[in-house]
């Protein structure tokens, strides 16, 4: 199963006789909340979803965006008519990160066909897709989560794995190397981790680097498909991106999603900085 579609690829699918359910999941970091864009113009049938209160539980001590409780995540995706034998596509403004987010949760939680649009909405209207304003009236789904799909870490997890694997870093490299941290209390990065910012496995326009050129790309930092390898960021949003890039080259990989906002927030885990590995 493929992870990403291309708009192309989902403007034909739209067209079969069973097409796959879309979850829009627009979202920026601390930007604007992203049902005024859905309301204004979406992908038709298009279902919304919003990421800090469908795809996270409130922010505490295990981060800015922790996992949903998860009868409330069922409860959200079976409204937005997700059930078990429909094929599911997840599209954001075209970053990337929000879609992904939605993608790893749903796979982490035993959906078995999901996938994210390359490009986002952006790509959607670049190939003459249509945008609607009329929103669905959506069949309730049947989902129900049957979690461990996808391997995850916690704290202690993600520093084991540091020491004997390859724990790739998210973040900007500034952030990594304890430059700047313009949100969590303390900058730097889990000692022993990789720097490995998500920005860089895109083009300019937000579609995935292609298969081979990611592979390099994650081959030159360690991660390849015989390695144990695992990603955090700030948040466990743009490592959720991370991780589907990696699974686009082949290299499977745990998400951490407590990140760095919930390593940060203990003053007795260790922290390292600067450009190497610590």
């Known amino acids: 199963m493929h992870a990403i579609i291309t708009a192309s690829d989902l403007m034909s699918e739209l067209a079969e006789e069973q097409p796959p359910l879309l979850l829009d999941v627009r979202w920026q970091l601390g930007g604007p909340p992203g049902r005024p864009a859905y309301e204004a113009g979406h992908l038709p049938g298009a279902v919304y979803v919003d990421l800090d209160t469908e795809l996270a539980a409130p922010p505490g001590k295990t981060g800015r965006h922790p996992l949903p409780d998860l009868s409330a995540f069922a409860a959200a995706m079976r409204r937005a008519g997700v059930s078990q034998d429909r094929r599911v596509v997840a599209y954001d403004g075209g970053q990337g990160w929000a879609a992904a987010r939605a993608w790893w949760l749903l796979r982490w939680a035993g959906h ?66 304890g430059e700047v941290e313009p949100i969590d209390p303390v900058g730097g990065h889990i000692p022993g981790a990789v720097s490995a910012p998500t920005v860089e496995n895109v083009t300019a326009d937000g579609h995935f680097l292609p298969a081979d050129r990611l592979a390099e790309r994650f081959a030159a930092l360690g991660a390849t498909e015989d390695a144990e390898v695992g990603v955090y960021c700030g948040s466990g949003v743009s490592a959720a991106h991370q991780v589907l890039a990696l699974a686009v080259a082949g290299v499977p990989a745990a998400l951490y999603v407590g990140s760095w906002s919930e390593w940060s927030s203990d003053g007795g885990r260790p922290v390292a900085t600067g450009p190497e590995r610590g």
């Open 112 to 177: 078995p066909s999901v996938r994210v649009l390359d490009g986002g909405l952006p790509a959607w209207t670049a190939v003459g897709g249509a945008l609607t304003t009329d929103e669905p009236d959506a069949a309730e789904g049947d989902f129900v989560p049957r979690p461990g799909a996808l391997p995850l870490l916690e704290a202690d997890d993600a520093a084991a794995l540091a020491r004997r694997g390859v724990l790739l870093d998210a973040r900007a490299g500034e952030r990594y190397r």
